[in-house]
């Protein structure tokens, strides 16, 4: 069984076009994360979700939208997307806010042409 | 500085300790954590270290902290092949915001 689990596992898409990656977990955490991963692996946050209530908004255009329907689900939607948005996103998960110990899905590799 | 700062790469023949460092920022930092993220995986945690600590040991690994320099260290005794991966270092910014290193690359030769 997967803990963390997202999909799909790879996206090519268009510029302009919108997507969604999908994430769910099934550990009973408390809290969700979105990452996100450049060319040179370097990792940055994006978005945490606690019990569904948006925690950290880190500085992502606003073409990025977060949505958790329920806290074993967090969904990322990407309008409009632009070449520098290639990167590789991780789905993360940890047991409450404030614990370090993160869970992280595979990632889902997203090309844009 | 503002980043968690690594060297980027590291090469080792198998059998050797590998010593992987890390630079953190914020001296505040309650717990550092060392992950590990191997080729088309996600990361794992491997270890973590409290702020009140000065060494941790565990099996192979071995984490050494300088609160006063800021700096942080892995050890890997007898690296393997298997060990081949990406490190990185992270401190807790609070409410599970965990700042990154940019990674260090070890590459383990037989």
């Known amino acids: 069984d997967t803990a963390v689990s997202q999909t799909p596992k790879y996206l090519v898409t268009q510029m302009g076009n919108d997507k969604s990656i999908k994430c769910e977990q099934n550990l009973g955490h408390d809290t969700m994360y979105w990452y996100k991963q450049d060319s040179k692996k370097f990792l940055k946050i994006m978005f945490s979700?606690?019990?569904?209530?948006l925690i950290i908004n880190e500085t992502v255009p606003n073409r990025f939208s977060p949505k958790s329907p329920d806290k074993a689900h967090l969904n990322l939607h990407i309008n409009s997307l632009e070449l520098g948005d290639s990167a590789v996103y991780f789905c993360?998960?940890?047991?409450?806010w404030g614990a370090g110990e993160l869970f992280f899905g595979e990632g889902s590799r997203l090309t844009v042409l | 500085g503002e980043d968690v700062e690594q060297s980027l790469f590291l090469s080792v023949r198998e059998g050797d300790s590998s010593v992987i460092n890390c630079t953190y920022t914020d001296s505040s930092s309650t717990y550092l954590y060392w992950y590990k993220q191997e080729p088309g995986a996600g990361l794992q945690l491997l270890t973590y270290?409290?702020?009140?600590?000065d060494m941790k040991q565990d099996q192979r690994l071995t984490v050494l902290l300088n609160k006063k320099d800021k700096h942080l260290s892995l050890r890997i005794a007898d690296t393997q092949t298997g060990d081949s991966a990406i490190y990185f270092c992270?401190?807790?910014?609070?409410?599970?915001?965990?700042?990154f290193g940019k990674g260090t690359k070890l590459s383990v030769k037989p």
């Open positions: 979700y606690n019990n569904k209530e």
């Open positions: 993360a998960s940890s047991q409450d």
């Open positions: 270290i409290f702020s009140n600590m």
């Open positions: 992270a401190e807790n910014k609070g409410q599970g915001n965990l700042i």
